[in-house]
């Protein structure tokens, strides 16, 4: 897929120390993009919009804590 078009955005929730930085671009048709800001050039994952809210709302109910 070409994501030369995407408009990346850092996660609210991305230390400010250089780490854990996660970028997600949300103005593809069809697909989010989640990647590394470290290293922009790296793989990178899509998920269907579907996915991608149903990822977000279970991070926001805890379904992932430990």
Do not use: I, Y
């Amino acid at each position: 897929m070409d994501l030369s078009t995407a408009l990346w955005r850092k996660s609210s929730r991305s230390g400010s120390n250089g780490g854990q930085c996660v970028e997600v671009a949300t103005n593809l048709p069809g697909v989010v993009a989640v990647r590394d800001s470290k290293d922009p050039g790296g793989p990178k994952l899509l998920f269907t919009p579907a996915d991608w809210q149903a990822f977000v709302g279970g991070v926001k109910n805890g379904e992932f804590d430990r």
